[in-house]
């Protein structure tokens, strides 16, 4: 008997997934299409211009930078939905637990290493420690209110001092507070901190660091924010 072929789920097409991106950058992120409208429609009106001014009439000419205007506008408008989409899918785990550890899972800048899971974690509060390490040295991340984390992460930073006493530690704080880094903010800041370790430096501090952490804490992984679900009204 011939075996039955089951046809197999195609995935969405490069187009399909641009569209998808652009209908939930629309729908969650009101200003975002007025953004993405004026990145393709101003190189068009610029390449317009200057092609009427340097062509001199030169119907060729102009058409070369019509085109040009097009082309550049398209870029633009790509650049301009990719960072508004992250933007807004960030906004969807915003204030969730685990949400910084899902930012430097899926959204950690090159050179960076670090772990969707906390160093250190208050179970009742859901408070938790994140620890990046890079070219700036080790970076402590808490998530949770700054009265609430403050003592963590104190902790924290001389935990890594008396181990890595000659090693830079700074600290950033994501949470509901008015002088808090936002979600999206976080490679932003970590790209600004000033580079101090060089690249074999950086290896050594992040295997250093994890044959120190032994013990894993009985806590579930971070939110993927490019599969997260909007929660469902009661």
């Known amino acids: ?18 569209w998808q991106v652009f209908q939930m950058t629309r729908r969650l992120d009101k200003r975002a299409i007025w953004y993405m409208l004026a990145a393709f429609a101003l190189p068009i009106v610029l390449g317009i211009v200057l092609g009427v001014v340097v062509g001199e009439g030169n119907g060729f000419t102009i058409a070369l930078w019509i085109i040009s205007g097009v082309l550049l506008g398209l870029l633009l408008f790509l650049i301009v939905l990719g960072r508004r989409a992250e933007r807004a899918a960030y906004s969807q785990i915003e204030g969730q637990p685990g949400a910084v550890g899902a930012i430097l ?10 772990s969707e899971m906390p160093v250190a974690v208050n179970a009742k509060t859901q408070d938790a420690i994140y620890r990046a390490v890079g070219r700036a040295g080790v ?92 929660q469902r009204m009661r």
Do not use: F, Y
């Open 139 to 230: 970076v402590l991340i808490a998530e949770g209110p700054k009265g609430r984390t403050s003592r963590m992460l104190e902790d924290e930073k001389r935990k890594v001092a008396r181990v890595l006493p000659n090693v830079p530690v700074s600290s950033l704080q994501v949470g509901p507070d008015k002088d808090s880094v936002k979600l999206h903010q976080i490679n932003k800041r970590l790209g600004g901190l000033k580079k101090t370790l060089t690249r074999a430096e950086v290896l050594a501090v992040s295997n250093r660091l994890d044959s120190l952490s032994t013990n894993k804490l009985p806590i579930p992984k971070g939110i993927d924010p490019l599969r997260v679900r909007p």
């Open 1 to 18: 008997m011939a075996r039955e072929t089951r046809p197999k789920s195609k995935e969405p097409g490069r187009m399909k997934q641009l």
């Open 105 to 114: 899972r899926s959204s950690l800048r090159r050179g960076w290493r670090g």
